[in-house]
């Protein structure tokens, strides 16, 4: 089963961290990132102008750029605990870029932000969407942070997790090597379920290779204890 490769590094917060080996991609037409943007099912959500986003493990928020080419008057927040890839400087570079191919500025608009393992380190907020892309599984502590992220959705606002398919002996390994959690799909609905979220959503794209899976939680009414 084809997976990413990544590279294991320690960003300056001293926080491990896993970046592409190859680096983020870039391309060149608009139907590359169309493909692109459906093989990571985002061509799935229906993002409403005015609404603020946040992307957790974003990288260098080239999704997000590309996702600006489609969409008007978005806010994104593009969150890693990487500031040496995830930074103000990055992610307006990359914006610029997919403004090129569009051939016009975008509406949108770009933050960098940097976290921990433990909490996302966004801004005081009510965000609409929170998402979560090839990222759950590397959490080391994960209730502690969807409960962080929970606190930064508004009332009945969503979470999308989307993930590469995974098999149970690479979830160990990452355990076992790097602390991350590295939970089979049904673990990870159970979590996030436990920390005030409802399951509405679940699907899977065949058409790539890494087969993700989608998943989409609304956050609950009912008060944590």
Known sequence: MALLCFLFSCSRND????????????????????QLLSDKCLDTISFRRGEIVADIGAGNGYLEAMLGMFHDDLTF?????????????????EVKYYEGILGKPFSCRFFAVNGTHWESGLPNIEFDRI????????????????????????EGGFLYVINPEQDYEYGLELKEKYGWNGFTVERQISE??????????????YEDNQQPYIMVFQKDHSPQS
């Open 15 to 34: 926080e491990l961290s896993m970046q592409p080996t190859e680096g983020y991609p870039r391309f060149e037409t608009v139907d590359e990132v169309m």
């Open 77 to 93: 927040f593009v969150q890693d605990i990487d500031s040496s890839v995830c930074n103000q400087a990055a992610v307006d570079e």
């Open 131 to 154: 998402l979560m892309l090839w990222t759950f599984q590397y959490l080391k502590e994960p209730r502690i942070f969807i409960t962080d992220l929970r606190s930064s959705l508004r």
């Open 192 to 205: 996030i379920i436990d920390c005030g979220f409802t399951l509405i959503s679940f699907a899977r794209n």
